[in-house]
Every structure is written in C-alpha cells, then in structure tokens.
C-alpha cells in the first residue's frame, strides 16, 4: 500500500542504547540511508505472509539510521503458520562478536558482492536473511560544482511494498549497567538499475515476491543461490519525483515530505534542465 499520513516521533529501543543524538537525529545519509515505513503493520504482515509481533511501530516518513524498523524473518523451530514474522529490529547491523552498539550506525548497508566474505556478513547472509519492508526510499541528486543535492523519493509504480533484502544479527551485551539482547539488521545494495542510475551508482535490493521464500528459509544455506538472488530491480518496477530538501534532516516528519516537487523548485537545475537530464516530466 501506499505511505499513510500520519507524523509521528522516533520511538524503540535506538534511543536508549547509546548511540549518539547526532546520528539518530542529524543529516547523516547513506545509500540505502532514508525511507519511508508508513503503511500499518497489520497490512505489512497480510503482504507478507507474516505474523506480526511486538508493539507496532510509529508511522514514519523519514526513517533513519539506529531507529527500529519493521523486519520479515522467518523464526528457526517456529511453528509453520507462525514462523514468518513482522518484527522490530534496530537498523545499523550489531555484530555478535562486537564490544558495543556503536558500530551499528556504520552497518546500515551490505554492498551484496561482498557480503559473503565480509566478516560482519557473512554468518547472517548464511542463516539469518530477512526483508525490510518500505513504502519507498529516498535518494539524492548531486550536481557538479554546488554543494546542494536535490532528494527524490523512490517507489514502487503499483504502489505496493518494497521487499529490501536484509540481513539480521543478535547481540548481547551491557548498555548504561544492563543486559540487553538486541537485534538488528542492515539493508543490501547493488548496482543502480536504469531509473535510478541518474541519482546513485548503487540501490537497495529489492527482491519479486517468486523469491521470499527461498530468501528467508533459515535452512537454505547455500550461498550461491541466495547471491544470485541479489541483483537490480527491473527497471519498470520503480517511478520517482523531486521532493523538498527538508527529509535530509531527519527531525522533519510527516507525509508532506513525499509530495512531489514542483519542477520549478527543483535544486541545482530548471525545469527545461530537470526533464530534460531525468525524463520526470514531458
């Protein structure tokens, strides 16, 4: 479904486990870095095939790096109609042989023709695979010679879910005297297909629904097929609009931050320059 409007403020446990305010609030960006996690989790969980579990998260426009994010996983012993879940997880990977949470701020993406040597990767890309479901990413524009980027949101053109291929971990560990249990995920990256090229080299993996299943069996360990699963979404698949420079701040919020830019208010080119580089408009 499409993103809803509702604003809401950050929740979860990222607020609680040290990582700095700057990051969960400031204008840090990556690739996958921003998205949009608005639609309710009863209808993420229909799509899906999942249970949801846990208390369901705020609807956000803005999603950033170290927030709780909803998660598609399927649980190992579980029962069959039980299995597959919707859970919380907190975005920034949290290796379980880390000393702390900080260095899950820096695990926010997996580069997918790595991931299987990555040290940091390679035990979840055998075992624990999962989907980070969205209404759509952000991506943003740069131009040669100004500092200024022009953001532009990314969805799917039937406007159903985006399925994200993740990645999950677990980490135990103390945090201000406590013992905590967290896990966490990180989204994976390849090649930038057709429409969104002209923004970025690099994309979310967004995987068809003919492969969910093969993607998140915990019992499907051989590497080589889940890595052949990893590749750029049709470009047909996607559509996207310039929006208002504000989503770089993440402490903006609300549903206004996907509306379309007019192309007379598009940063660093006009609107002859804009249609004519990025094909947005006749």
Not at 11 to 17: E, H, R, V
Not at 156 to 180: I, P, S, T
Request: glycine share 8%; proline share 7%; hydrophobic share 40%.
């Amino acid at each position: 479904m499409r993103a809803r409007s509702r604003s809401e403020q950050p929740s979860g446990a990222s607020a609680q486990l040290g990582v700095p305010a700057s990051i969960r609030s400031g204008t840090v960006v990556g690739m996958c870095g921003r998205f949009v996690s608005a639609s309710p989790p009863e209808e993420i969980a229909e799509y899906f095939g999942a249970v949801a579990v846990g208390d369901p998260l705020e609807s956000r426009y803005n999603v950033a790096p170290t927030l709780d994010v909803y998660v598609v996983y399927e649980q190992p012993g579980a029962e069959p109609s039980a299995a597959r879940r919707l859970d919380q997880f907190y975005w920034g990977l949290v290796p379980g042989f880390a000393k702390d949470m900080k260095i899950g701020a820096r695990m926010i993406n997996a580069r997918s023709e790595t991931a299987a040597t990555n040290n940091s990767f390679r035990g979840s890309l055998a075992r624990r695979r999962c989907i980070v479901p969205a209404d759509g990413f952000y991506e943003w524009q740069k131009f040669e010679g100004s500092k200024a980027k022009q953001p532009f949101y990314i969805h799917r053109a039937d406007g159903h879910q985006l399925a994200m291929a993740g990645l999950w971990a677990e980490w135990r560990g103390v945090v201000a005297g406590e013992a905590v249990a967290v896990r966490s995920t990180t989204i994976l990256t390849t090649a930038a297909n057709d429409t969104v090229r002209p923004l970025h080299d690099r994309m979310p993996v967004i995987l068809p629904r003919r492969a969910w299943d093969e993607w998140l069996d915990p019992a499907n360990q051989r590497i080589e097929r889940v890595q052949d699963l990893l590749v750029p979404a049709p470009a047909s698949l996607l559509v996207m609009h310039p929006v208002a420079a504000e989503v770089g701040n993440a402490r903006n919020e609300g549903s206004h931050l996907i509306d379309e830019l007019d192309p007379t208010q598009v940063i660093g080119a006009s609107a002859s320059d804009a249609s004519e580089q990025l094909g947005f408009w006749p």
